[in-house]
């Protein structure tokens, strides 16, 4: 390999970069994966360091820090200084570390050989017979070298064109499952270029979402999930009391859906039409703004096929809704914002459109200046690649990311194609779908491992680095593929002017230094870039227009279907199937259905009834779905088992993408279908005919029932009420002060606690994850989570209202509960042998080595957040390697919970004992506060009015309240009731 940059020098490199200057550490030294024989000098044992760097989960380039300890990382944390993230993260985030030592990996080349079967080969091997192929096809004649696989950032994509032009080919294909190729159409269309603008949900006073599930996994979930909490937190607009105005329409209630005044149930399809129909009303009210520019008379024409009673009759959603909602958007005097998610492009169009004639583009969306080129290739681009593989032009393919194999359209027949190719090699870390079907299999570094850089939107710029050494003898792809070009391309791999993918990035970013004009030093510059994790600018807004040639395009409306449709949609975390083999992602209970470890089919009780299906089982029995549904797609039958909800419009199948892999690891194999498989190209949604089978298949779920049966668990008010002063009144009878047997609790020093805001609180859950990461959790599977056994201290919980409370409050009541670290803690008294003891700092403690598991306690805890552990904990190699070394890991036999992440409660105490200062508020920050998105959570000192804890409570006291009060167990965890708005005043 190419020795431009030795390992000796990386690891100078690598040793020089630290977290946000907010973040202590500096000069952190990389650290080996074994005990030190003879210490580090720039390690003291014990105390983290931390890197800035990138997320990788999805596309939206997250900045994020990741905690080191002795050379392993144990946990990722959002970076505050980059402002998509805002110092939080997602759960897929947090899960990036299972990724990493995912004991799946590929952990040395391997050849395939003529039975199919793999030997493991050295590096020599692979990159001789690798470079012998490629030489061979390089001088076969220009394109017999392709690529397909994921966009690795501008500095890593332009060296794939690089390599590849070396061998006289452009046949590259950066693929990504889910495209954003309609809202790219649908802006050269209106704007007239392809570029998509930013969104700013906080400066609205209304938002429409059509099937954009943006607080899940829609475009930038982490930064929406901010944006939105202010958006519906409780202000001053109009001369009165309000939160903003909601509407989300799409087939199934998703996260997204479930925090609106009104979720409008719609066929997949349909969503365009219906927004055109809102973009009618609009138009025909005269709520266009004056300065907008827009032609009236144009657009007049361009909507008059789509009037609501017309469009009503096509879709079957009320016209009256339709003007509701379309009233909400042209009236509002502080801004509205229209947002598209949906397959199809009329969808996008209309969307943009009613932010351009309200006059909004420019306001709640904005095009930037000098936006980054489309990391993706466009649909056609990658169909000539794969039309040149199956036509035998291709001599040597390499796949790196995307799994194409799993990911493609059917249409596409990628896997016919693969096989007319000579030579396929996979780069990647844990063997997937396309890996089964490669000659040779690379092991490449985990992002974490590697150096690459992001251009998620104008002005950021962000650098991702290694945070720490290797965990396999992996290579970066980068550095592969410029090895190979210098090595077998002859004169013109030699054109490629860098030694590895570090030289690339650092000559990259020395450009971009006199680009962005930043002062200081190259030197400065690229050590305060790996410091903050990139550069931050302000990006300029693009002076954009309607082009008048939109108002000319004609669209036809939607077939009203027959029949039965089936809709996929992203998995809130598994996503595309990226995440499948994360367990934690698997046991993460989704947000809605609540299943894990599976794949299902839901449909609505009314269409369950025609397919001769009844909820007939215990909800309380732990699973959430056993009748089995054979479903008739043109490409084949699918067999699911059916998950009974009204969250689903009737009609409606709704299946998430996600699982179904045949292969990709011990997580992910072997679980659910695969809607990839059966869909056509560029649409998620198809109609099918089901029926019912014999068979049989539990859907488990760790949710017991789904209703709070009048208890004061996830307590909601309406923001007229807030306003009057007026309280809501639960089941429960109004409780007299009691009757105290003991004196009150002294908390002479701190007594901690949190203030949990569940109007903020979307559900994404990653509070539940950040929990697994940091105290070391173990995972248990399907099988036991059916039988009640999972581990989380923390759980999302969702309630969906009554038939009889629908419409008198929010649509889905969701919020995170933990312990509660109660003052009179029903767990204490009954533990024999006192592991559950009261710390005189307010927490509920547990002491394992004391504990005998007589699980009296948990019996006694009417939260139901304490945990018995049935068995000793597994982690295979090398998923130890991420434990915490600060949380004790619990063997067979004890129960465990959360103490508001305890140990770090103790890491700042001692700190600030040993620098003679009190500890200052926001000094401790639990896991789940610190994750949390939406900022939802707040931890501080209840001793101290001052904290920001405190003065959350204290500014809401209309909205505060304590779980199950009825039991005076006088919880530290006081919860800010949801709000909604009462219907008809919206």
Same mark, same amino acid.
């Not at 067979?892 to 600030?912: D, H, L, P, Y």
């Given at each position: @390999?190419?020795?431009?940059?030795?390992?000796?020098?990386?690891?100078?490199?690598?040793?020089?970069?630290?977290?946000?200057?907010?973040?202590?550490?500096?000069?952190?030294?990389?650290?080996?994966?074994?005990?030190?024989?003879?210490?580090?000098?720039?390690?003291?044992?014990?105390?983290?360091?931390?890197?800035?760097?990138?997320?990788?989960?999805?596309?939206?380039?997250?900045?994020?820090?990741?905690?080191?300890?002795? !050379?392993?990382?144990?946990?990722?944390?959002?970076?505050?200084?980059?402002?998509?993230?805002?110092?939080?993260?997602?759960? &897929?985030?947090?899960?990036?570390?299972?990724?990493?030592?995912? /004991?799946?990996?590929?952990?040395?080349?391997?050849?395939?050989?003529?039975?199919?079967?793999?030997?493991?080969?050295?590096?020599?091997?692979?990159?001789?017979?690798?470079?012998?192929? #490629?030489?061979?096809?390089?001088?076969?004649?220009?394109?017999?070298?392709?690529?397909?696989?994921?966009?690795?950032?501008?500095? #890593?994509?332009?060296?794939?064109?690089?390599?590849?032009?070396?061998?006289?080919?452009?046949?590259?294909?950066?693929?990504? =499952?889910?495209?954003?190729?309609?809202?790219?159409?649908?802006?050269?269309?209106?704007?007239?270029?392809?570029?998509?603008?930013i969104y700013r949900l906080d400066q609205a006073e209304t938002i429409i979402s059509f099937d954009a599930d943006f607080l899940g996994t829609w475009n930038s979930p982490v930064e929406f999930g901010r944006q939105f909490a202010s958006f519906r937190a409780p202000k001053q607009r109009n001369g009165k009391l309000s939160i903003g105005n909601y509407a989300y329409v799409g087939p199934r209630m998703n996260t997204s859906a479930a925090k609106a005044d009104e979720w409008v149930a719609a066929n997949p399809g349909s969503e365009g039409a219906i927004a055109m129909a809102v973009l009618n009303v609009v138009v025909n009210q005269g709520w266009i703004a004056p300065n907008s520019g827009i032609d009236v008379s144009a657009v007049k024409a361009f909507v008059a096929d789509y009037d609501p009673e017309k469009i009503s009759a096509q879709t079957g959603v009320p016209a009256q809704t339709i003007q509701r909602i379309a009233a909400w958007f042209g009236q509002a005097t502080e801004g509205a914002v229209a947002l598209a998610g949906a397959d199809d492009p009329l969808a996008h169009s209309a969307a943009y459109l009613l932010n351009a004639v309200t006059g909004n583009l420019g306001k709640t969306m904005v095009f930037l200046a000098e936006t980054p080129p489309e990391a993706n290739s466009r649909p056609e681009q990658i169909k000539a690649v794969i039309d040149a593989m199956r036509d035998g032009q291709v001599d040597v393919l390499v796949i790196a990311g995307g799994n194409p194999a799993y990911s493609m359209p059917p249409t596409y027949a990628f896997r016919d194609a693969v096989k007319r190719? !000579?030579?396929?090699?996979?780069?990647?870390?844990?063997?997937?779908?396309?890996?089964?079907?490669?000659?040779?299999? #690379?092991? =490449?570094?985990?992002?974490?491992?590697?150096? &690459?850089?992001?251009?998620?939107?104008?002005?950021?710029?962000?650098?991702?680095?290694?945070? @720490?050494?290797?965990?396999?003898?992996?290579? *970066?792809?980068?550095?592969?593929?410029?090895?190979?070009?210098?090595?077998? *391309?002859?004169?013109?791999?030699? %054109?490629?002017?860098?030694?590895?993918? %570090?030289?690339?990035?650092?000559?990259?970013?020395?450009? #971009?230094?006199?680009?962005?004009?930043?002062?200081?030093?190259?030197?400065?510059?690229?050590?305060?870039?790996?410091?903050?994790?990139?550069?931050?600018?302000?990006?300029?807004?693009?002076?954009?227009?309607?082009?008048?040639?939109?108002?000319?395009?004609?669209?036809?409306? /939607?077939?009203?279907?027959?029949?039965?449709?089936?809709?996929?949609?992203?998995?809130?975390?598994?996503?595309?199937? &990226?995440?499948?083999?994360?367990?934690?992602?698997?046991e993460t209970p989704e947000p809605v259905s609540q299943i894990v470890w599976d794949s299902w089919a839901e449909i609505h009780p009314d269409t369950a009834s025609q397919l001769g299906i009844e909820a007939n089982y215990e909800q309380t029995r732990l699973f959430a779905g056993l009748h089995v549904i054979e479903i008739s797609t043109p490409n084949g039958p699918v067999e699911l088992s059916v998950n009974i909800s009204r969250l689903v419009r009737p009609g409606v199948i709704a299946v998430p993408f996600g699982q179904g892999h045949t292969a990709y690891g011990r997580y992910a194999k072997g679980i659910g279908v695969n809607p990839f498989a059966f869909l056509p190209e560029g649409l998620r949604s198809i109609a099918v005919s089901a029926k019912k089978t014999d068979k049989t298949h539990k859907l488990v779920t760790p949710l017991g029932k789904s209703d709070m049966m009048g208890r004061a668990i996830i307590e909601s008010m309406s923001v007229e009420d807030l306003a009057r002063g007026i309280e809501p009144q639960y089941g429960e009878e109004p409780i007299d002060q009691p009757y105290e047997m003991y004196p009150p609790i002294a908390y002479p020093g701190h007594k901690w606690g949190m203030t949990v805001d569940v109007n903020s609180c979307n559900g994404c859950s990653a509070c539940v994850v950040a929990c697994y990461a940091e105290n070391n959790i173990q995972v248990v599977g399907k099988d036991n989570v059916n039988l009640g056994r999972i581990m989380s201290w923390i759980r999302v919980e969702r309630y969906i209202p009554s038939l009889e409370e629908a419409g008198r409050g929010p649509l889905l009541q969701i919020a995170p509960v933990m312990c509660q670290q109660c003052d009179h803690a029903p767990c204490e008294p009954v533990c024999p042998v006192f592991a559950s003891s009261h710390t005189r700092e307010g927490l509920n403690a547990q002491i394992y080595n004391r504990c005998i598991g007589t699980r009296f306690c948990e019996n006694n805890c009417p939260y139901k957040v304490r945990r018995f552990n049935w068995y000793?904990?597994?982690?295979?190699?090398?998923?130890?390697?991420?434990?915490?070394?600060?949380?004790?890991?619990?063997?067979?036999?004890?129960?465990?919970?959360?103490?508001?992440?305890?140990?770090?409660?103790?890491? *700042?105490?001692?700190?600030? &004992?040993?620098?003679?200062?009190?500890?200052?508020?926001?000094?401790?920050v639990p896991a789940c506060a610190q994750a949390c998105p939406a900022r939802a959570i707040t931890f501080g000192d209840i001793n101290d009015p001052k904290s920001a804890m405190m003065k959350r409570r204290d500014d809401n006291k209309g909205r505060t309240y304590t779980m199950l009060p009825g039991y005076n167990a006088l919880p530290a965890v006081t919860y800010l009731r949801d709000l909604y708005q009462e219907k008809g005043k919206a």
């Open positions: @390999m190419s020795d431009g940059l030795s390992r000796r020098s990386f690891l100078k490199l690598a040793a020089t970069a630290s977290a946000a200057a907010a973040i202590p550490g500096c000069e952190p030294a990389a650290r080996k994966l074994i005990p030190y024989v003879v210490p580090d000098e720039n390690i003291v044992p014990g105390e983290p360091t931390f890197f800035a760097t990138t997320c990788s989960e999805c596309s939206a380039g997250c900045g994020i820090v990741a905690r080191v300890m002795e !050379g392993r990382v144990i946990k990722l944390e959002g970076n505050p200084a980059d402002p998509i993230s805002g110092g939080a993260i997602c759960a &897929r985030g947090q899960a990036a570390l299972q990724g990493l030592y995912n /004991p799946d990996r590929l952990a040395k080349p391997m050849r395939r050989k003529p039975d199919g079967s793999l030997a493991a080969i050295s590096w020599d091997e692979a990159n001789r017979e690798f470079n012998d192929k #490629l030489a061979a096809a390089g001088k076969a004649g220009t394109g017999r070298v392709a690529f397909v696989g994921a966009s690795m950032g501008p500095t #890593l994509d332009a060296i794939t064109l690089a390599w590849a032009k070396a061998f006289g080919s452009d046949r590259v294909g950066f693929w990504e =499952a889910f495209s954003d190729e309609p809202a790219r159409k649908a802006a050269e269309a209106c704007f007239g270029k392809r570029d998509l603008p190719v !000579g030579m396929v090699v996979w780069m990647g870390d844990a063997p997937d779908e396309s890996a089964e079907l490669a000659n040779l299999l #690379l092991p =490449a570094h985990h992002p974490l491992e590697s150096w &690459r850089d992001t251009a998620p939107r104008a002005g950021i710029y962000g650098l991702g680095q290694p945070v @720490m050494q290797p965990v396999f003898a992996s290579r *970066a792809v980068h550095d592969m593929l410029i090895e190979s070009a210098h090595l077998a *391309a002859g004169s013109a791999g030699q %054109a490629i002017p860098f030694e590895n993918a %570090a030289d690339a990035i650092s000559a990259s970013w020395s450009q #971009l230094q006199g680009k962005i004009g930043a002062s200081g030093t190259p030197k400065e510059f690229w050590d305060n870039a790996r410091r903050t994790g990139g550069v931050f600018t302000e990006a300029k807004p693009a002076a954009v227009n309607v082009v008048s040639t939109v108002w000319k395009q004609k669209s036809q409306l /939607p077939p009203v279907p027959a029949g039965l449709m089936l809709w996929a949609f992203p998995h809130a975390f598994l996503y595309d199937g &990226r995440g499948a083999n994360k367990s934690w992602l698997q000793d904990p597994e982690f295979p190699e090398p998923l130890n390697l991420q434990l915490n070394p600060d949380v004790t890991v619990r063997g067979a036999g004890v129960m465990e919970k959360c103490t508001f992440c305890i140990q770090r409660i103790t890491s *700042a105490e001692i700190n600030a &004992r040993t620098e003679n200062r009190a500890v200052m508020d926001g000094e401790i």
